[in-house]
């Protein structure tokens, strides 16, 4: 498989590594070591001169293939590999040695193959525009146009197509305004929410930086976030060493009560063995002499190119439900269990006497502001309901100002009382895309537990509102629509504001944008005062939003456009098209440049607000939420007509 320079070359690599994949897809056992052979010289040949350019260094890969899917040993795969760098090293007369490496699982190397020739041509495409290789004007296979044989396996002519067919456009822009944010942040902010826990990412330093500096802009707190500090090193031979020695440091200068371990794409795509790492640490320290019990260790597996921020936020808050709430015949494992074993880690079964005290209710409110959470705190002490949020940064996201810098602020929901989530009465999780997912906090209390899961939207507006207050009332022993005195002249107060400004908002139209969940909450209460959501958008992929907006929303207008995976190149495309144009958005501070675009009203709400004060303390849920909200939008559409008014006026 010898290759020659130049043009000649890009168009044999790519060609090549389409056959390996295409062919490497469908073969079986029989076949496995010609075709692994075949796929890694072109790989890494590609990856070298295409990806790079020529310019890179070799990259060393460790090579790692699980046996029950290929049926030979390690070493005859390691000959393997060994055979194909030679082969590489003989055609290019290199004389360095050099490995490779397998994804860890047949499923993981299988998607890798299927995708990596539509990643290689785009790459080419996009280098030869800007004029880093040079641009191939022919076809790049030397083989037939229909088809390519090799090893008697038929690779299809999609996947050999001419390079000059492949544009850009078929591939999302790298610099794209994306209506989400990453992974790993969402499971940060959701451990910031666990007293003395300290989030832990497990890649590089610069994804900590990034996170820190995005979370920080929003709440205007000060946020530690520990990172295993992955160099070009660690991303070749894997990080086990990294996370031992980071681990290590963690918890001799923060002493955590839990160290939430979140991946990144780094980490996960090189197949980082996080279970496994974490039993060597644990078997390693509990041999060591006059070591503190370990604190428990929550992973949580966050690939940003597999969700949103939001994905990452219930990821990480059902993991500490399964890790610190194991089933009772479940054994401790490294991360729920310290290394004290006279300690018991499982928890007990429900006592079958009643309690002394109330038992709590688990409230899993999701992704919302401090303010929604003390709010909702104050909602279930006027019920009298003693009640766990899991996870709660009211304080540790809002807290009063220091003195003396520390490190893990006070607040947060105690571990103890995570624990204590197996004798919970019931648990509420917030969400309407949420609950299209199978496996969730409040699921896995019920499955494991017996506790009773109500799964409810976010009590954004009145109608989700009041779901809330009636399950609230239904576990004080009350009819679902009693409330206590003081929230009943609230609601009392908010449809009074509603009857006094209906003139100023009914059909107004609104585009809508952010976390899936909470577009829903805000459609629905736009919706419930008059105002026509014309587009609502998300970043999330999850299939349900728009199946959530329907069913919550029955007076919801047919023509309105719901969006999936939409990214704000797509929403303002939508947006400029509108006829008549909207009166205003509703969304995070990302929106605001198609704010001004359109010369429209802003209002933000949700992640992230990075161009006002107080994101922390703006108030979403409840009455008092949907007071606040529906006079900020009356209050924006009227400065927006006082200030285009030719003549101005100071009176309704």
């Given at each position: 498989m010898a290759f020659s320079s130049g043009r000649v070359f890009l168009k044999r690599a790519v060609s090549d590594v389409a056959n390996g994949c295409s062919a490497l897809a469908k073969c079986e056992c029989s076949r496995w070591h010609t075709l692994f052979e075949t796929f890694l010289t072109a790989f890494f040949t590609a990856s070298l001169h295409v990806l790079f350019c020529g310019t890179h260094s070799f990259v060393r890969y460790v090579f790692r293939v699980e046996t029950p899917h290929f049926g030979f040993k390690r070493r005859e795969a390691a000959a393997v590999a060994e055979m194909a760098c030679l082969r590489f090293c003989s055609s290019t007369g290199r004389r360095e040695r050099i490995g490779f490496t397998a994804l860890s699982s047949h499923t993981d190397l299988l998607g890798l193959v299927q995708s990596f020739p539509f990643l290689v041509r785009y790459l080419v495409c996009h280098n030869a525009a800007i004029g880093t290789v040079p641009a191939a004007k022919t076809g790049m296979s030397r083989h037939s146009n229909s088809k390519v044989?090799?090893?008697?396996?038929?690779?299809?002519?999609?996947?050999?197509?001419?390079?000059?067919?492949?544009?850009?456009?078929?591939?999302?822009?790298?610099?794209?305004?994306?209506?989400?944010l990453c992974t790993p942040l969402g499971a940060c902010l959701a451990f910031r929410g666990v007293r003395g826990a300290i989030p832990f990412l497990h890649g590089s330093q610069g994804c900590a930086t990034?996170?820190?500096?995005?979370?920080?802009?929003?709440?205007?707190?000060?946020?530690?976030?520990?990172?295993?500090?992955?160099?070009?090193?660690?991303?070749?031979?894997g990080g086990g060493l990294n996370i031992r020695i980071g681990l290590e440091n963690v918890l001799r200068q923060y002493q955590p009560e839990l160290v939430g371990l979140a991946t990144t794409c780094l980490s996960e795509t090189i197949g980082e063995d996080l279970q496994g790492h974490l039993r060597e640490f644990h078997s390693k320290h509990i041999t060591a002499e006059g070591t503190a019990p370990l604190p428990p260790i929550v992973p949580v597996s966050c690939a940003s190119y597999r969700?949103?921020?939001?994905?990452?936020?219930?990821?990480?808050?059902r993991e500490l439900v399964r890790v610190l709430c194991p089933p009772a015949s479940e054994k401790p494992t490294p991360t729920n269990a310290g290394n004290n074993t006279d300690t018991p880690t499982t928890p007990l079964p429900r006592p079958a006497f009643s309690f002394p005290t109330p038992p709590p209710t688990a409230l899993f409110p999701g992704m919302v502001s401090p303010a929604d959470l003390r709010e909702l705190r104050r909602i279930a002490d006027l019920f009298a309901i003693p009640v766990t949020i899991l996870p709660d940064y009211s304080d540790?996201?809002?807290?009063?100002?220091?003195?003396?810098?520390?490190?893990?602020?006070?607040?947060?929901?105690?571990?103890?009382?995570?624990?204590?989530?197996?004798?919970?009465?019931?648990?509420?999780?917030?969400?309407?895309?949420?609950?299209?997912?199978?496996?969730?906090?409040?699921?896995l209390l019920a499955k494991h537990h017996g506790v009773p899961a109500h799964r409810i939207g976010l009590p954004i507006g009145l109608r989700e509102s009041d779901r809330l207050m009636a399950i609230f009332a239904t576990l004080t022993g009350h009819e679902p629509g009693w409330l206590p005195p003081a929230l009943t002249a609230e609601r009392g107060r908010l449809i009074d504001s509603w009857v006094d400004g209906h003139k100023y908002v009914f059909e107004k139209r609104a585009i809508v944008y952010g976390e899936e969940d909470l577009v829903v909450g805000l459609a629905s209460s736009l919706c419930e005062i008059g105002v026509v959501p014309v587009l609502c958008a998300s970043g999330g992929r999850s299939g349900h939003l728009a199946a959530a907006l329907r069913d919550t929303i029955p007076e919801l207008d047919e023509r309105t456009q719901i969006v999936e995976g939409a990214d704000f190149a797509e929403i303002t495309a939508r947006a400029v098209a509108l006829n008549p144009a909207p009166d205003f958005l509703i969304g995070s501070s990302k929106g605001y440049t198609l704010a001004r675009q359109l010369n429209i009203p802003l209002i933000r709400c949700g992640f992230p607000i990075h161009d006002r004060i107080g994101a922390q303390r703006t108030l979403h849920v409840g009455y008092a939420g949907a007071q606040t909200l529906f006079d900020r939008i009356a209050n924006a559409l009227l400065e927006r007509k006082q200030t285009d008014s030719s003549i101005g006026y100071a009176y309704l």
């Open positions: 044989v090799i090893n008697d396996v038929a690779t299809p002519a999609s996947l050999t197509g001419n390079i000059a067919d492949v544009t850009e456009e078929q591939f999302a822009n790298p610099a794209t305004n994306a209506c989400k990034y996170i820190r500096r995005y979370l920080i802009s929003h709440f205007r707190e000060t946020m530690d976030i520990a990172a295993s500090n992955f160099s070009e090193t660690s991303a070749v031979f969700g949103t921020h939001a994905d990452g936020f219930h990821k990480a808050v540790t996201l809002d807290g009063p100002s220091w003195t003396d810098y520390q490190k893990l602020p006070d607040g947060g929901t105690p571990v103890g009382d995570i624990r204590n989530l197996i004798n919970a009465n019931a648990a509420i999780e917030c969400g309407r895309v949420l609950a299209g997912t199978a496996i969730t906090a409040a699921t």
